[in-house]
């Protein structure tokens, strides 16, 4: 990590204040990485390929996107509300706006999912701990991917929006010239969890997404102070472009050492896929991609398509399985052939997106504007 640092070069304040379109891009492709994990898992009654031997070696190519595309997500959260962390705010207006942002798309799509499965299946103490955004904390495979699976990782998002206050106020005191052995060691302490995990506990019997045990699942993948790392690791990330530490390697070698990482992933022990191997090349092509938007750079990342799509795709992720499973039943439990199969993906990626557009505009958006700002005391100004 030595050679990642450049000597001090403090951003101006108007660069730190500089929007980063380029990271909304990014969002959408760990988004997009995470929905063709899903819609090619090769799981009986779930499946569209006819072809058991080609969706086995497809879904083998996908099987890095999910645990690659949530780690994104965990870093980037980390770095851009770093980024967007302002003097003079509070706690009380940060948790509004975390809540205005998160809690109608999640509780849309759990209503979703109740109505359609979840509701004539599960328990009623684990339909209210998805409402409460609690299903992470119980190590129990049907409790943590229960109603809308995906929705875990939002209730990992809660504990990083409970904590960043404080969480920020102390990594904020780190001394600059400090920075590269915090991040060296948060580095190190993402690889060491899969790693310890693996080695200490049993692997078997195996869970339906991989061969590791549910106990080794849970404790590398879930466990949200586990990934509170991730969480860790982007906020210095961001604090070291601010004070100029961080020396910019370029989107293009940070993101060809991320595909890299992607393939590397493939070949490793399960555990290691979804979280050791990718950490360092995510932390890198994010600092990257600011560094391209500060200097006023083009990048794929940062183009109009890109950035829609970034906008609608928190609500993209949380409806894309809920998609799939309706355009899935709806076909009967018929399979078909590869090239139909891939038709069939079409649409329900044209139909997710129409989906997932519906909710940002009508739902997410609104409901920012309405809730998210603080309302104004007579006499006072307000920061929001």
Do not use: C
């Amino acid at each position: 990590m030595t050679g990642t640092f450049s000597p001090p070069k403090q951003l101006r304040p108007e660069q730190v204040a500089t929007r980063l379109p380029s990271l909304t891009g990014l969002r959408w492709v760990a988004a997009f990485a995470v929905w063709i994990y899903h819609s090619t898992q090769n799981v009986e009654k779930l499946t569209l390929f006819r072809d058991g031997h080609f969706n086995d070696r497809l879904h083998a190519l996908a099987l890095p996107g999910g645990g690659i595309g949530v780690q994104t997500f965990f870093v980037l959260s980390g770095f851009v509300l770093t980024w967007s962390a302002r003097p003079g705010d509070t706690a009380r207006a940060f948790w509004r706006r975390r809540l205005a942002k998160v809690y109608p798309n999640y509780l849309f799509t759990f209503a979703l999912a109740a109505l359609m499965y979840a509701a004539a299946i599960t328990p009623l103490w684990v339909l209210l701990l998805n409402l409460a955004m609690l299903q992470p904390w119980v190590p129990d495979i049907n409790a943590f991917f229960s109603v809308n699976m995906p929705s875990w990782s939002v209730g990992v998002e809660a504990l990083f929006y409970a904590s960043f206050p404080l969480l920020y106020a102390f990594l904020r005191r780190v001394p600059a010239e400090r920075l590269r052995h915090w991040i060296t060691g948060l580095v190190a302490a993402n690889v060491a969890v899969p790693v310890l995990l693996s080695l200490s506990l049993p692997s078997s019997p195996h869970v339906i997404t991989g061969p590791a045990s549910e106990l080794q699942l849970y404790l590398a993948y879930i466990f949200p102070p586990s990934r509170l790392l991730e969480f860790a690791l982007g906020i210095l990330v961001a604090r070291a472009v601010q004070t100029g530490r961080w020396r910019d390697m370029g989107t293009l070698p940070a993101g060809l050492l991320m595909a890299a990482s992607y393939v590397l992933a493939m070949f490793v022990p399960y555990l290691y896929g979804l979280r050791a191997v990718s950490v360092l090349p995510i932390a890198l092509l994010i600092a990257a991609a600011a560094n391209a938007d500060l200097r006023g750079h083009r990048t794929v990342l940062r183009s109009r398509v890109m950035v829609w799509l970034g906008n609608i795709s928190y609500a993209f992720y949380l409806s894309q399985l809920l998609v799939y499973m309706t355009v899935r039943f709806s076909l009967g439990p018929d399979t078909f052939s590869t090239p139909v199969s891939f038709g069939i993906l079409a649409f329900d990626l044209a139909l997710t997106l129409a989906v997932s557009t519906g909710m940002y505009y009508g739902i997410e958006r609104p409901l920012m504007r309405r809730f998210a700002r603080p309302r104004p005391r007579a006499g006072r100004s307000v920061t929001a």
